[in-house]
């Protein structure tokens, strides 16, 4: 059984050096415009990854109860996939178990010394090297400019600290908050100051012929349409005032205060965030976890010079135009959302009117700044019927061919269109019937 893992590990260790990581000692490699490494720099992967591959092979594979069978059954997957899985699993299975081949313990272990300071001295090589190169100007992020309406309610404290407690997650965000009032108040005022985002703090009133009345249906009439079209009459006028090419990017998304949004809606989700698990786990003292981190960084590095990520989910930073996807507990459905079939929309799952132009909801798209900026006069139609107000905005600004599939080809769910239950205050009126009622100078 050892004499079938050594034969074992020195054939998967050898397809594994040379496919694929050995083609980086032979192409230089650049993504998205970054700077090409140079031979010294894939040299030095080459040695890190080398030296990884004999840690594997004495820590894991060395191991005689390792199941051989997993490589032999998933030998037409990935190797770099199965390999880091597999070595994650056995890690933790074995983790402070002793082999069973006491002879070899002592010449491994020093070989073990020896190899960690040598995956020492190399990160140290490469840290330098990085030190030395000339700063590059990266491509400034695409703003997300967030218009949100809002109105005063017991609830609305809460509803706005917890929306914009999310939006501190987002990097380059600007929150346009918009009351339905005739001027400022005090409250909304004051969270946006204390906030922490960059924000812009408007107010435009409803008017009385479109409120709803003391007990209508949320669905009776539009809400927000005059505060979203203000947001979007300021955005205008602002970027006017300011030209310039990085002043026209950016994507407009509409969040009411009430809904729920995954972090993963805004930006992309990929190897930058495996990059810096890289580096946190690297300063373990655990073996096993090193380990670990080190194939996860030479299985990314391979992803990046093939110019594939499989772990990249692009979402609404990336909108060229206008981008769409799933929105959960919403037209009395578990989710509406795009169907996508070829990597197009061609209908919408939802219950009620499929016949509108774009029956999704306000949460469920996110359109380009210069869409915005070459189309002056779309905005939404309070006179719309019901329904019909996100069809209003969209129809003369996009196809539907033209709507651009987020979410994973809208097969994930990543907002939902809650709502908080209006607070019962029986026990409130009650006591303020006797003059004993909550001091009215505590802000909720």
């Known amino acids: ?95 402070g178990q002793r082999c069973d081949c006491s002879e070899h313990d ?8 020896r190899l960690r300071g040598e995956l020492h001295r190399f990160q140290e090589q490469i840290r330098k090297s990085e030190a030395t190169k000339q700063p590059q100007k990266q491509p400034a992020k695409p703003t997300i400019f967030v218009i949100t309406p809002t109105y005063a309610r017991l609830v609305q404290k809460a509803e706005l600290t917890r929306l914009s407690q999310t939006f501190l997650h987002v990097p380059q965000l600007h929150w346009i908050v918009v009351e339905d009032s005739p001027h400022k108040t005090p409250l909304v005022t004051d969270l946006m100051v204390k906030s922490g985002l960059t924000y812009t703090h408007l107010h435009m009133p409803t008017a009385k012929d479109r409120k709803l009345l003391e007990g209508d249906p949320s669905w009776l009439k539009p809400r927000g349409v005059e505060q979203r079209n203000e947001g979007l009459r300021w955005l205008r006028e602002d970027r006017r005032a300011h030209p310039g090419g990085d002043n026209q990017q950016g994507v407009v998304y509409f969040a009411d205060d009430d809904n729920t949004y995954s972090l993963q809606i805004f930006d992309e989700v990929g190897p930058q965030h495996v990059t810096s698990a890289f580096s946190l786990l690297m300063k373990t003292t655990s073996l096993h976890i090193r380990e670990v981190a080190v194939f996860l960084f030479f299985y990314c590095h391979n992803c990046r010079r093939k110019n594939y990520y499989p772990l990249v989910s692009c979402q609404m930073r990336s909108t060229q135009r206008v981008s769409v996807w799933p929105v959960g507990l919403v037209g009395g459905m578990k989710y509406e ?29 996110a359109l380009s700044l210069k869409l915005v900026l070459a189309n002056p006069e779309a905005c939404f139609d309070g006179d719309a019927p019901m329904g019909f107000l996100e ?14 599939p987020k979410a994973d080809n809208c097969s994930k769910v990543l907002v939902w269109h809650t709502r908080t239950e209006k607070p019962k205050m029986k026990r409130e009126e009650a006591l303020q019937a006797q003059g004993l009622g909550s001091d009215h100078g505590v802000e909720v």
């Open 337 to 365: 959302r795009p169907v996508v079939e070829g990597g197009k929309v061609v209908r919408f799952h939802t219950g009620w009117r499929p016949s509108r132009p774009f029956p999704m909801d306000m949460a469920g798209f």
């Open 106 to 113: 002592m010449p491994k272990d020093r070989t073990i010394s």
């Open 1 to 95: 059984m050892v004499k079938a893992v050594k034969y074992t590990c020195a054939f998967v260790g050898i397809l594994f050096k040379i496919f694929p990581y050995s083609l980086a000692l032979t192409s230089k490699y650049s993504y998205r415009g970054q700077p090409q490494n140079t031979w010294k720099e894939l040299a030095l992967l080459h040695d890190l990854q080398h030296i990884s591959l004999l840690l594997l092979e004495l820590h894991v594979f060395g191991r005689c109860h390792f199941p051989i069978f997993l490589i032999l059954k998933l030998g037409k997957s990935s190797l770099a996939f199965v390999l880091s899985t597999v070595l994650s699993v056995t890690s933790q299975t074995f983790a």
């Open 391 to 404: 069809s209003s905005f969209l129809q003369g600004l996009v196809t539907m061919d033209e709507l651009e």
